[in-house]
């Protein structure tokens, strides 16, 4: 079982920025991929960024890449979400996500969140233009 709590959200205005943390619980943090997601009102949870188990990968969708940069520190079981460039459009709640890390993978477990089993509640980010 894995616990995850975020972190960091809040108030930006367009153009600046914001670092999500998500704290994990368990030992075996280093064996899951790790994975950032959004939902704003009424739509759907949306990909935002994810991370393999040893941070030799990371994924992002054209909306938020050179934007956002995911990035883990397995030593504290944490992962971050730095998001520089705001934008409007950015405003949702911010999701953890966390899955064992399979020995063989398609890119599609990276990026899909029926994919993830370990969820976080989730943190408020409000970007005024």
């Known amino acids: 079982q894995v616990q995850l709590e975020e972190s960091g959200g809040g108030l930006a205005q367009a153009g600046g920025s914001l670092r999500l943390s998500c704290a994990a619980s368990g030992r075996t943090f280093n064996n899951y991929i790790m994975g950032w997601f959004r939902q704003a009102p009424g739509g759907e949870r949306e990909f935002v960024a994810s991370i393999s188990a040893t941070a030799r990968t990371t994924y992002y969708p054209d909306s938020v890449k050179g934007r956002f940069t995911i990035s883990r520190d397995n030593a504290k079981n944490t992962v971050y979400l730095q998001m520089n460039s705001l934008k409007p459009e950015d405003t949702a709640v911010y999701y953890c996500?966390?899955?064992?890390?399979?020995?063989?993978?398609?890119?599609?477990?990276?990026?899909?969140?029926?994919?993830?089993?370990?969820w976080g509640r989730g943190t408020q980010v409000t970007v005024s233009s």
């Open positions: 996500a966390a899955r064992a890390q399979p020995r063989y993978y398609t890119l599609s477990i990276f990026q899909n969140p029926s994919t993830f089993d370990y």
